[in-house]
T-cell receptor
Framework: GAVVSQHPSWVICKSGTSVKIECRSLDFQATTMFWYRQFPKQSLMLMAT?????????EQGVEKDKFLINHASLTLSTLTVTSAHPEDSSFYIC??????????????FGPGTRLLVL | LAKTTQPISMDSYEGQEVNITCSHN???????ITWYQQFPSQGPRFIIQGYKTKVTNEVASLFIPADRKSSTLSLPRVSLSDTAVYYC?????????FGKGTRLHILP
């Protein structure tokens, strides 16, 4: 199946710094990528939808100025957590949708990035 | 997107068949039913998808009754490595909205 990678797999940073997380589709082109956040023992929460070459669409309650998303190419989307604080500590997961096909089956998830803000 | 209801948790033993049922009473005509599996600290993994009747792959079977208001994921002869959270999703939209999922715990 299609492979989605994330980098880094984990990151620890000081409060107030910014952290960038990369999501790459390794063997397919993705016109649409999604970013999720997951707290311990909870389900995934969709943060935003990013389309290649256009602005991301954020879900209600997600601060677009804090979570900057860039989808500059068909294989790369980045999420930057600006001025991170301890409450931003979470597991961030991206998914990529292939350009062919319809329906949820064509979405492939990355392995996730664990962020710890001290 | 249709709302789904699943049991919060289930326990079973190795070698048993496990059936997890998901209710989706307001499923739309064009909606598909998809199941994902998630291990701790990993991204979700696609298991199976169906529209009606029965679908089977190398991992699981999906049973969907005629009214499509529910579906059942069947895992044959589970092992300890099947301990995970299983999510039932209904829709056809680009976005995947996850429910709470079912935490399956396989016992030796």
């Amino acid at each position: 199946g299609a492979v989605v990678s994330q980098h880094p797999s984990w990151v620890i940073c000081k409060s107030g710094t910014s952290v960038k997380i990369e999501c790459r589709s390794l063997d397919f082109q993705a016109t649409t990528m999604f970013w999720y956040r997951q707290f311990p023992k909870q389900s995934l929460m969709l943060m935003a939808t990013s389309n290649e070459g256009s602005k991301a669409t954020y879900e209600q309650g997600v601060e677009k100025d804090k979570f900057l998303i860039n989808h500059a190419s068909l294989t790369l989307s980045t999420l930057t957590v600006t001025s991170a604080h301890p409450e931003d500590s979470s597991f961030y997961i991206c998914s990529a949708r292939t350009t062919r096909g319809q329906g949820p089956e064509t979405q492939y998830f990355g392995p996730g990035t664990r962020l710890l803000v001290l | 997107l249709a709302k789904t209801t699943q049991p919060i948790s289930m326990d079973s033993y190795e070698g048993q068949e496990v059936n997890i049922t998901c209710s989706h009473n307001n499923i739309a005509t064009n909606d598909y039913i998809t199941w994902y599996q998630q291990f701790p600290s990993q991204g979700p993994r696609f298991i199976i998808q169906g529209y009606k009747t029965k679908v089977t792959n190398e991992v699981a079977s999906l049973f969907i009754p005629a009214d499509r208001k529910s579906s059942t994921l069947s895992l044959p002869r589970v092992s300890l490595s099947d301990t995970a959270v299983y999510y039932c999703l209904v829709g056809r939209d680009d976005k995947i909205i996850f429910g709470k999922g079912t935490r399956l715990h396989i016992l030796p």
